[in-house]
């Protein structure tokens, strides 16, 4: 893809050309069509559901934005990008073998898996940065200047825990029901940091949410939501690991379903109306 002007997420220096990060990386298979909602239009008073529907961003060469500089695509693609897959693809092959009885019912999942669990926190925080560095405001702002050095530095664990969460769930897509060894990826959805307002609650959870098979995760800013959602797994503690391989446990790991809507399968939102 071409390059765009404008600042790098990780340097702030303007670039004639910035480099298009796919959020999810385009090895997981995020090369085709794909869907990015402004969810705090969609969900505002103004909005015409009935009429327009969910309306987004379309793009055929996978989702992402223009968001890097050369020199901090190519970094975080060689340190972050390897080991990220390697855990997609565990989760992956852990959900096939655990689903081989066809049981569409489950919930959750509980699954060991090796990974080095700080590398792959870091590459979700570069997924969640490059999201919102330009559409987030307040908290995308914030979120960049904290996660700036904790990116730049590999060893670094010194993720702003007290300040943002990172909740994760897995992410099973619309067609499921006819067998997930056929699943082909379609689209995905991607929805910025943005003041949700729970209806009829009218309670603001600032958000960012990521979704694609099989893994999902959500960036909750702590400061400017008036309540915390409750579900998903924290990932506090794999944002604040050593930087060291090692096998990690993770208990009732919850289970997001996608839905269609007209013909473009989506993710729901896992806070947008409810608590899950």
């Known amino acids: 893809m071409k390059g765009k002007p404008g600042k790098c997420a990780v340097c702030g220096k303007f670039f004639e050309h910035l480099s298009f990060e796919h959020i999810p990386p385009h090895a997981t298979g995020n090369s085709g069509k794909a869907l990015t909602l402004d969810l705090e239009r ?63 019912s489950k919930k959750s999942y509980s699954f060991e898996t090796l990974i080095n669990p700080l590398l792959v926190s870091k ?6 940065l490059s999201l919102n560095y330009k559409n987030g405001g307040r908290s995308g702002s914030d979120f960049q200047k904290l996660s700036r050095e904790y990116l730049l530095d590999v060893d670094s664990w010194e993720f702003p825990t007290d300040r943002f969460e990172i909740r994760m769930n897995l992410y099973l897509p619309s067609d499921y029901n006819d067998g997930i060894r056929s699943y082909q990826k379609k689209f995905l959805t991607n929805l910025y940091l943005t003041d949700n307002y729970e209806k009829p609650l009218k309670r603001a959870i600032v958000y960012s949410e990521i979704q694609d098979f099989p893994v999902g995760f959500t960036l909750i800013d702590k400061r400017y939501s008036t309540t915390i959602p409750k579900g998903g797994l924290s990932l506090n503690e794999l944002l604040t690991a050593p930087n060291q391989e090692q096998k990690i446990s993770m208990f009732n790991v919850p289970i997001i379903r996608g839905i269609e809507q007209t013909e473009l399968p989506l993710a729901p939102s896992l806070f947008s109306s409810r608590e899950v």
């Open 123 to 128: 590459q979700i925080v570069a997924m969640f």
């Open 42 to 104: 969609i969900l505002s008073d103004d909005y015409d559901f009935d009429r327009n529907g969910m309306k987004g961003k379309q793009s055929q060469g996978g989702a992402g934005e223009y968001s890097l500089c050369r020199e901090h695509n190519s970094f975080f693609g060689k340190r972050y990008v390897p080991p990220y897959l390697d855990f997609v693809s565990s989760v992956s092959n852990l959900i096939r073998k655990t689903d081989k009885d066809d049981d569409y």
